[in-house]
């Protein structure tokens, strides 16, 4: 077990509500990623981040933030969920991020709906 | 930029016949590194293998072998006399080696054995 957990694992959520989805690892990994899946699209970067409060944006940020103030804690917000937003959500992390040897640990996954 | 292209979207087989997977990559970087993920229908996302950009060896684990072409920068992955339990999601990944380089990901492959 990588130590990676993901929750809520599942969430049904309307339009227009913000709903915040957290990543907690406790292998003291320095990177974090969160990745959306789609049919037709495979995994899509949304956020990452390389260190305490050091993020950046990935393919698809728009209508996503996140934040991370301590290692372990990864968040990952939607401000106003759209229904284009309905998803899974997969949080990852590296130990070697800072190099294309890295290779990632992922997160059982959260799928999100929203109606 | 980079690019992974899976052009396979589903293959169905069936069970002890020998199936290969495509992937080809693009991009610029001279130092790159490609991924082999595996989602089977639990959804989970497992690594399987990670090969760099300076070693064209072919390699063998099982009845998986992945065959690293860098004159047709492709990365293809072969299952030989597949089983049911090969049945899954694959994507294939790359990651070139300039620091803060996430993984991205090909669409991926639907793999189907049937018994």
């Known amino acids: 077990d990588a130590g990676i957990t993901q929750s809520p694992r599942h969430k049904v959520t309307e339009t227009g509500?913000?709903?915040?989805?957290?990543?907690?690892?406790?292998?003291?990994?320095?990177?974090?990623?969160?990745?959306?899946?789609?049919?037709?699209?495979?995994?899509r970067l949304i956020h990452y981040s390389y260190g305490v409060k050091d993020t950046d944006k990935g393919e698809v940020s728009d209508g996503y933030s996140v934040s991370r103030s301590k290692t372990e804690d990864f968040l990952l917000t939607l401000e106003s969920a759209t229904s284009s937003q309905t998803s899974v959500y997969f949080c990852a992390i590296s130990r070697d991020?800072?190099?294309g040897a890295n290779v990632l640990t992922f997160g059982a996954g959260s799928r999100l709906t929203v109606l | 930029a980079q690019k992974v292209t899976q052009a396979q979207t589903e293959i169905s087989v069936v069970e002890k016949e020998d199936v290969t997977l495509d992937c080809v990559y693009e991009t610029r970087d001279t130092?790159?590194?490609?991924?082999?993920?595996?989602?089977?229908?639990?959804?989970?996302?497992?690594?399987?293998?990670?090969?760099?950009?300076?070693?064209?060896?072919?390699?063998?684990?099982?009845?998986?072998s992945w065959n690293f072409q860098k004159s047709t920068s492709s990365f293809n992955f072969t299952i030989t006399a597949s089983q049911v339990v090969d049945s899954a999601v694959y994507f294939c990944a790359l990651s070139a080696n300039s620091g803060n380089t996430p993984l991205v990901f090909g669409k991926g492959t639907r793999l189907s054995v049937i018994a």
């Open chain 1, 17 to 43: 509500t913000p709903v915040t989805l957290r990543c907690h690892q406790t292998e003291n990994h320095r990177y974090m990623y969160w990745y959306r899946q789609d049919p037709g699209h495979g995994l």
């Open chain 2, 31 to 64: 130092t790159y590194y490609l991924f082999w993920y595996k989602q089977p229908p639990s959804g989970e996302l497992v690594f399987l293998i990670r090969r760099n950009s300076f070693d064209e060896q072919n390699e063998i684990s099982g009845r998986y």
């Open chain 1, 97 to 99: 991020g800072n190099s």
